[in-house]
């Protein structure tokens, strides 16, 4: 079972590899 926290800490390992990605979430989810 992946925990959110475990989650969490993928999806920010990878958008420190991705500011791109990165920009897009933050206009996609502006309460994060």
Same mark, same amino acid.
């Given at each position: 079972? !992946? *925990? %959110?926290?475990?989650? +969490? *800490? ?8 991705? &500011?791109?990605? %990165?920009?897009?979430?933050?206009? #996609? +989810? &502006? #309460? !994060?």
């Amino acid at each position: 079972v !992946i *925990t %959110y926290k475990v989650l +969490l *800490t993928l999806v920010e390992s990878v958008l420190s590899e991705d &500011p791109e990605l %990165y920009a897009s979430l933050q206009m #996609n +989810l &502006p #309460n !994060i």
